[in-house]
């Protein structure tokens, strides 16, 4: 069907509506566009407002810079309506090529009708007319270079932590962090792999053998296209084809899920004996519950969530007899006796994400991280009180702050050792290296993701999501 004049594209509708959330409500993108907000949308346009949602978040403080110069009054100062359209029609100015300058800017102006601000119509127009104007002249000198790859580019080439900010699009005072702690390569490789949209990774769930062959035969002829990972012996990276529309993925026999993700749980271990127990203290959505589940098929496993909803929704992604799910507190965990192996994959900012949670670089503050890491210690030293003498626990976080992870151990063993001297430190180096050797870890990966006894793994420069992990055994 043709669309009418005036009227505002449903992917284009969805981006603005997901964006608006966003911005006023700290909504998680992602969330929104596998919800009710986006169930209507067909193929083509899920794809395209997923572009244009993540594109936008991704790029946010470089499109305000483009608008800035054509306003009157500080950027801050708009509703967040009229921002929200000027920067959705200026990521597809500056980086969707196929899409006519006109459209994009026709169709901001019908969002601002749409969202009840008409006395803002000319202003959008006036403006976006400017910055078309402008990209237009900028983009002559670089035609049929694809603008991302131009972008990232200019990444490549920032001089010191300021410019690096300014030409990923990250906040100045993260990357500051990011330079002190890892160096200036390492932080613009980092900067660099959160502005690029990460690769799909599956695995296969419960299957062995003569399974797995089948599956493989199913999932081709769906059309669904795959290499190995990079990491993982297990790991599939999606080259084509609509994983999640094959009969596979809705049955749960495969499952996506980060490398570095899967990484984490493979190192709580595997093959505990009937009667021994496993807690999973913060497990939502429950990717990583379901590996340890499978993997230890006899043990009895506690998974525990702070929201009943989320809760509710583990209890469905991953229905193994074996296993329990409780909505509590971590930090007031409401169970008896001790536990074999702990993990505690900690509730942390996820700046090791921002590739797929684009939103946190903008919302999060230094004082964020305090308050994550007084959390933390909480939750840490409320799990050491439930693990059992010669047991381990794995604590475990997707941040790339100091204050989340060494420094959290810090705190609790120093606290703990004064007392007791009874916690060790695992070099995980050594079960890296046993993994690799049973296939777990393609050949020469051990090495390259430790940093002293941790597990330390950085967007671009793994590949995989930022990882930080500490093996920790109590003395028998």
Not at 399 to 420: D, I, T
Request: hydrophobic share 45%; with cysteine; net charge neutral.
């Amino acid at each position: 069907m043709k669309q009418s004049a005036g009227a505002v594209s449903p992917a284009r509708a969805v981006a603005f509506d997901v964006l608006l959330r966003v911005r006023t409500q700290q909504s998680f993108a992602g969330e929104l566009l596998h919800s009710d907000f986006a169930e209507h949308l067909s193929r083509a346009d899920h794809g395209l407002a997923t572009e244009l949602v993540m594109g936008t978040l991704r790029w946010r403080s470089r499109l305000d810079a483009e608008i800035e110069p054509h306003l009157s009054q500080p950027i801050a100062k708009l509703d967040s309506e009229v921002l929200t359209a000027l920067e959705v029609a200026t990521y597809q100015l500056m980086f969707l090529d196929r899409i006519p300058a006109r459209a994009a800017i026709n169709e901001s102006v019908e969002l601002i009708k749409r969202a009840r601000k008409r006395s803002a119509t000319g202003f959008v127009n006036a403006v976006l007319r400017k910055v078309a104007t402008q990209v237009a002249q900028s983009l002559e000198s670089s035609a049929g270079i694809n603008q991302t790859d131009a972008q990232i580019q200019k990444i490549a080439e920032a001089a010191d932590a300021a410019a690096l900010a300014h030409a990923s699009a990250h906040p100045a005072w993260l990357m500051r962090r990011w330079v002190e702690h890892y160096g200036r390569e390492d932080a613009r490789a980092i900067a660099a792999a959160g502005q690029q949209t990460p690769e799909t990774i599956f695995f296969t769930r419960n299957l062995q053998g003569a399974a797995t062959a089948r599956l493989d035969d199913e999932l081709a002829a769906a059309g669904i296209v795959w290499e190995d990972g990079m990491m993982l012996g297990s790991a599939r990276r999606l080259h084509a084809g609509e994983l999640t529309r094959t009969n596979a993925f809705r049955e749960g026999r495969i499952a996506t899920q980060d490398e570095g993700s899967h990484l984490v749980a493979l190192l709580l271990g595997a093959g505990l004996s009937k009667g021994e127990r496993i807690l999973d203290c913060c497990a939502a959505p429950g990717g990583k519950t379901a590996v340890i589940a499978e993997r230890n098929p006899d043990a009895s496993i506690f998974a525990c969530e702070l929201h009943p909803h989320r809760a509710a929704t583990l209890r469905r992604l991953v229905p193994a007899s074996h296993l329990r799910v409780i909505a509590a507190d971590a930090t007031y965990l409401p169970l008896r006796g001790e536990f074999a192996r702990i993990l505690v994959d900690a509730p942390c900012s996820g700046t090791g994400t921002l590739s797929r949670h684009p939103e946190i670089k903008w919302s999060l503050t230094a004082a964020d991280l305090a308050n994550l890491h007084t959390r933390q210690v909480r939750i840490l030293a409320a799990a050491l009180r439930v693990l059992a003498p010669g047991g381990r626990l794995l604590y475990s976080t997707c941040s790339l702050e100091p204050e989340e992870n060494e420094r959290v151990l810090e705190e609790v063993l120093g606290e703990r050792n004064a007392s007791a001297g009874e916690m060790q430190v695992l070099p995980l180096r050594s079960e890296l290296l046993m993994l690799e050797a049973e296939g777990g870890l393609r050949p020469g990966v051990a090495a390259t993701l430790t940093r002293g006894p941790y597990l330390v793994t950085l967007p671009g420069i793994h590949a995989c999501d930022g990882f930080f992990a500490a093996l920790l055994q109590r003395a028998v």
